[in-house]
């Protein structure tokens, strides 16, 4: 069974930075095309940034372009997203997940594996 941890999440005030990380002990972890999701109180699950298996190919959401920065660490076995400027638009789980080596994507339906999620709300 795989499992993915995230942790980094929190309260914080608008225009304040986070960086969320999210970890496995499977070594098949630099072979994984790894994303981010969030789900807001009453709505759907949003998706937040992907990064392929080889690091080259990055897909964000308009939402994120330009304030959020998705990398990974395989050595560390981890995927980062970094979050600054963050507002309460932003308020929500944030979820990270996994699929084989295959292309980026932006539809939870094509991960199979998921971790349980952060907390992140941006509060003043």
């Known amino acids: 069974q795989v499992q993915l941890v995230e942790s980094g999440g929190g309260t914080v005030q608008p225009g304040d930075s986070l960086r969320l990380s999210c970890t496995t002990s499977?070594?098949?972890?630099?072979?994984?095309?790894m994303a981010w999701f969030r789900q807001a109180p009453g709505k759907d699950r949003e998706f937040v940034a992907a990064?392929?298996?080889?690091?080259?190919?990055?897909q964000s959401a308009d939402a994120a372009k330009g304030r959020f920065t998705i990398s990974r660490d395989n050595a560390a076995r981890t995927l980062y997203l970094q979050m600054d400027s963050l507002t309460s638009e932003d308020t929500a789980v944030y979820h990270c997940?996994?699929?084989?080596?295959?292309?980026?994507?932006?539809?939870?339906?094509?991960?199979?594996?998921w971790g349980q999620g952060t907390q992140v709300t941006v509060s003043s």
């Open positions: 499977r070594r098949a972890f630099s072979s994984w095309t």
């Open positions: 990064l392929s298996w080889y690091g080259g190919a990055i």
């Open positions: 997940a996994a699929r084989g080596p295959m292309s980026v994507s932006d539809s939870p339906a094509e991960y199979e594996w």
